[in-house]
């Protein structure tokens, strides 16, 4: 068989070739760490965990109207299915420097490890390292200046789209349980942008399109390695055996979904589990109609981006 020979696919993300080499058809730009002249916001990149080479890109707003004030923290994870994209990926970079702009916050974006050379969970620990990192910095075992200058550590919240959606889920679930290992670090708050979750059994409209159903279904079966396939606990959060919502480890959540987007009804359905929970934080609840899946990536810059921007902004403010 030819070396080049295409040995599993999965559109419109990525092909495995025979010799083990991947060839990753979107996600791939680069955009550098800069200061961006358009909002003010300057970025920097960090390894944070030598290790296993993760880092982060930083951002942080124009600080020559804050003086001494010290700003919330956001910890974003990306999207991609965990198998594609990147803090560098250009679409990203813009629609973080609006958020970052718009909200005025210090931002770490974590660029996790992807699947399939490293399946999950490498994700997950790779983001609760980058959690630890953080919260290394109220210790002082860590000395990044951006954050030991400028971040309020009674305002830390989790974020992301999409798989880093999950991610932030799974977080705040551990973020919650006893043993944590995250020193004095509490999360205000987790941010879930058309979140993630998938199940064996179809909902809602996901049946409606038993063709689709199957291409999301070969997604979460090519990064992670499960007996359970959809019904692993990681990717559906609602089966036996996945952790409670009781114990999520913050004290307000946002969902927010995409009303032409088919991962709509998992998103509806974690917030409608949330406020029936015995969980005592505030779930709050923002759909936008007519968008498809992480359409403010797409175009950051649309009325509707704008619109879900604002309310993502007004959540982390408003803590």
């Known amino acids: ?109 974590v660029d996790y490890r992807l699947a399939p050379e490293h399946p999950l969970p490498a994700a997950y620990h790779d983001s609760w390292a980058a959690l630890q990192w953080v919260a290394a910095h109220l210790s002082g075992a860590a000395s990044e200046n951006w954050i030991t200058e400028h971040v309020d550590f009674d305002r830390v919240f989790l974020a992301g789209d999409s798989a880093g959606a999950n991610i932030s889920h799974h977080l705040s679930i551990r973020a919650g349980s006893p043993g944590r290992a995250l020193g004095e670090l509490k999360i205000r708050g987790v941010l879930m942008i058309q979140p993630y979750f998938w199940g064996e059994e179809a909902i809602g409209a996901e049946a409606e399109n038993p063709v689709f159903k199957a291409v999301v279904d070969k997604w979460w079966r090519f990064v992670c390695p499960s007996d359970l396939g959809c019904d692993d606990p990681l990717i559906n959060p609602f089966v036996s055996g996945a952790p409670s919502l009781d114990g999520l480890g913050c004290g307000r959540v946002l969902v927010c979904v995409a009303g032409n987007d088919i991962l709509r009804e998992r998103g509806r359905l974690y917030y409608s589990v949330l406020t029936k929970s015995k969980w005592e934080g505030k779930p709050e609840f923002f759909e936008t109609q007519g968008e498809d899946h992480v359409f403010h990536i797409m175009d950051p810059t649309s009325l509707n981006s704008t619109n879900l921007i604002t309310r993502c902004a007004q959540f982390i403010q408003q803590s």
């Open 1 to 109: 068989m030819n070396p080049k020979t295409v040995v599993d696919e999965v559109p419109p993300y990525l092909r495995v070739y025979q010799d083990g080499t991947i060839e990753r058809l979107v996600g791939t730009d680069f955009a550098p760490p800069t200061l961006d002249p358009e909002t003010g916001v300057s970025s920097k990149d960090v390894l944070f965990h030598p290790e296993t080479g993760v880092s982060a890109r930083l951002y942080r707003p124009n600080l020559a109207a804050h003086h001494q004030t010290k700003l919330p923290l956001v910890i974003y994870f990306h999207g991609g299915a965990f198998c594609i994209s990147s803090t560098a990926d250009p679409k990203y970079h813009a629609m973080l420097n609006i958020l970052v702009n718009h909200a005025q916050i210090i931002l770490v974006s």
